[in-house]
């Protein structure tokens, strides 16, 4: 009787192998979702253009590696593929923001909790001044921090909302970052707006869509304004600079995302195992416009 049953089973062994087809490794890189997987360049061009990025265009991207899933080599080799299927004529575009640099963002309020007025003059003081060469990125992710210390990157002087960019653009883009407007109509992302470039979520949600800013600039005459402040180097001395600009909330892009992601003019897959959107950054920014004078105009009444 066991050999029986072991004769049967290597029977269903030889069935199974016959019509179950044969799957290369490369190519179940190219199925979304599998956990086990290590991707490759190839695989992530493949599913950029199936997502809708194509050559030539210029696209800001904001990713998240640890979404996407595994991949040989790395950042380098996402960066890689972002500016193969980009090409010659495209031009890549990552937030490189430094809030840490500032007195009056959110996350100097947070790290002073607490502290005694000595320690936060010492802690004060021990903010390092914003370089545009040297301070890094890496609050915006690991693409943002690669694609800054490329040899051919371009990257804006805001010390605290600063972009970096490669390709044929990126010295226009990044140039003429004034200090007193973040993101608004001095600032690369105005740029972008003007060049209808994309706007590329890997893994990411709306909540971290920068190009929204542009809109708060936008959906009203006068914005409201608030007191920042930054440590920068000029000089070469450690100089503390106070200015004010537009109020910046992001507390509500994700319902603003969702409500946009609702007219269908979104592109919308799985680049790995990350759920990524592909759109325009210019109808995007037309679309927040619309959606915050009427969301927060019916709160500013």
């Not at 192998?17 to 360049?41: E, K, M, Q």
């Not at 914003?130 to 210390?149: N, P, T, Y």
């Not at 304004?225 to 070469?236: D, K």
Request: hydrophobic residues 40%.
């Amino acid at each position: 009787m066991p050999g029986l049953l072991l004769s049967a089973l290597a029977f269903v062994a030889r069935l199974l192998s016959v019509f179950t087809p044969h799957v290369r490794p490369a190519a179940l890189n190219a199925i979304p979702g599998r956990a086990d997987l290590t991707l490759g360049r190839d695989t992530l061009v493949q599913a950029l253009r199936r997502l809708g990025l194509r050559s030539g265009q210029t696209v800001l991207v904001h990713a998240s590696l640890r979404s996407i899933g595994r991949i040989d080599g790395g950042v380098a080799t996402l960066a890689d593929a972002l500016m193969k299927v980009l090409g010659a004529g495209g031009t890549l575009v990552v937030p490189t923001f430094t809030s840490g640099n500032s007195d009056t963002s959110r996350s100097y309020v947070q790290a002073v909790q607490g502290m005694t007025e000595e320690e936060t003059r010492r802690y004060r003081d021990g903010i390092p001044a914003f370089d545009v060469r040297r301070s890094s990125a890496i609050e915006c992710g690991r693409l943002s921090e690669h694609v800054r210390l490329l040899e051919n990157a371009v990257r804006s002087e805001h010390p605290q909302t600063s972009f970096a960019a490669v390709g044929p653009g990126a010295e226009w883009l990044m140039a003429d970052h004034d200090l007193r407007c973040h993101l608004g109509e001095r600032s690369p992302l105005a740029k972008l707006a003007k060049t209808e470039a994309v706007v590329l979520l890997l893994g990411v949600g709306f909540d971290k869509c920068s190009a929204f800013h542009l809109a708060e600039y936008r959906y009203r005459p006068d914005p409201p304004e608030v007191r920042y402040g930054c440590v920068v180097q000029v000089g070469g001395r450690r100089t503390w600079t106070h200015y004010d600009d537009v109020v910046l909330d992001d507390r509500d892009f994700a319902e603003c995302g969702a409500a946009l992601e609702r007219t269908e003019k979104i592109r919308r897959g799985r680049v790995g195992k990350a759920d990524s959107r592909l759109f325009s950054l210019p109808m995007a920014v037309a679309f927040a416009e619309r959606w915050l004078s009427e969301k927060r105009g019916r709160a500013e009444e």
